[in-house]
């Protein structure tokens, strides 16, 4: 029995396919697309009254594909929008002149009246809204706030 091999040229195919500027062919045949290509075409798609079906078929792209990439275009921009309008929040510390630091009850003579003092507190103005917190705060749940508020 005489066993023929057939021959394939793999390089005539994949410059016949990689002919196009940003898809590269791999030797299995799968394509692989540079991201200066995803957002030209995404960008065509952008168009008012343009169907991405049909971009996605001019470009021989599944167009559940393209709108993937579409809706990672999307929220990358919407990150770095967020990226940009994150800033340092302004803080002014205001003493007041009834704090003082309080006394452990051994030094408290008998017979004299305790004083309250008052517990320490922070003001924070965000958006037009005041945030009191006073007494112990943990500082993970103060950042988690925070970070809720800014994102708003």
Not at 93 to 118: C, D, F, L, N, Y
Request: proline residues 5%; glycine residues 6%.
């Amino acid at each position: 029995m005489v066993s023929t091999m057939k021959m394939v040229d793999t390089k005539k195919r994949a410059t016949q396919v990689g002919s196009v500027d940003g898809v590269r062919v791999n030797r299995t045949g799968r394509r692989t697309f540079t991201l200066e290509y995803k957002l030209g075409v995404v960008k065509q798609c952008s168009a008012p009254g343009i169907s991405v079906a049909a971009i996605a078929l001019e470009h021989r792209i599944n167009a559940n594909l393209l709108r993937r990439w579409i809706v990672r275009h999307q929220r990358a921009l919407v990150d770095s929008i967020v990226k940009q309008q994150r800033k340092m929040l302004p803080v002014t510390i205001e003493s007041t002149p009834s704090a003082q630091p309080r006394s452990s009850p051994e030094q408290i003579e008998p017979g004299t009246k305790r004083r309250r003092v008052p517990v320490a507190s922070i003001e924070i103005e965000l958006y037009g809204a005041r945030i009191h917190l006073r007494g112990g705060v943990y500082a993970q749940a103060l950042r988690s706030v925070l970070d809720v508020l800014a994102q708003r």
